[in-house]
């Protein structure tokens, strides 16, 4: 499994080597990323997968995979999902990773947290100060299906992709 610490990390319990230690201090890990990859690790094992970050808002977590990897995170009939909603005492979503922030990757990653609401496109928006942010609109009539308040769900992609998300209804 390749996660955002080490193999030695990932199978002991307890305190972290001193470069994913520093890795916590600098901010590039969270104690959320550290728990949730040993969960991972304790639930899957060695498995060909990839677990890029978790992020956490309100009563939400969503943990973030590799290309492909949503189905053997999730588990058969949704087992291992269940097992980390009672470890972590919060929801969970498994949402694929995205490579680049173009407009499409952000719409895919937006379609997949958001699910059943539908996403019908992305637009860069330009700030005065050449300053940008993401604004993902949602079809009018999905606002109920949103899995979780509008702000919660812009706090989680603006914390995954790094810049400014908001939501907006068309």
């Known amino acids: 499994m390749k996660a955002p610490i080490c193999e030695v990390c990932l199978k002991t319990d307890g305190i972290l080597c001193p470069a994913d230690e520093k890795k916590l201090q600098e901010g590039i890990i969270t104690e959320l990323d550290?728990?949730?990859a040993r969960l991972l690790y304790k639930l899957?094992?060695?498995v060909d997968i990839e677990f890029k970050k978790a992020v956490e808002a309100g009563d939400l977590i969503v943990i973030v995979v590799g290309e492909g990897d949503?189905?053997?995170t999730i588990g058969k009939g949704g087992k291992n999902i269940k097992t980390l909603v009672k470890e972590l005492g919060k929801r969970v979503r498994v949402i694929?990773?995205?490579k680049a922030e173009s407009p499409e990757e952000?719409?895919?990653l937006a379609s997949d947290l958001l699910y059943p609401a539908g996403v019908f496109g992305v637009n860069?928006?330009?700030k005065p100060g050449g300053q940008t942010y993401y604004k993902v609109l949602v079809f009018g009539r999905d606002r109920k299906k949103l899995p979780e308040k509008p702000e919660i769900l812009e706090s989680v992609l603006g914390q995954i992709v790094g810049k400014e998300v908001r939501l907006a209804f068309v």
């Open 34 to 36: 550290v728990k949730v």
């Open 44 to 46: 899957l094992g060695d």
């Open 70 to 72: 949503v189905p053997i």
């Open 96 to 98: 694929e990773g995205i």
């Open 106 to 108: 952000i719409k895919k």
């Open 124 to 126: 860069v928006v330009y």
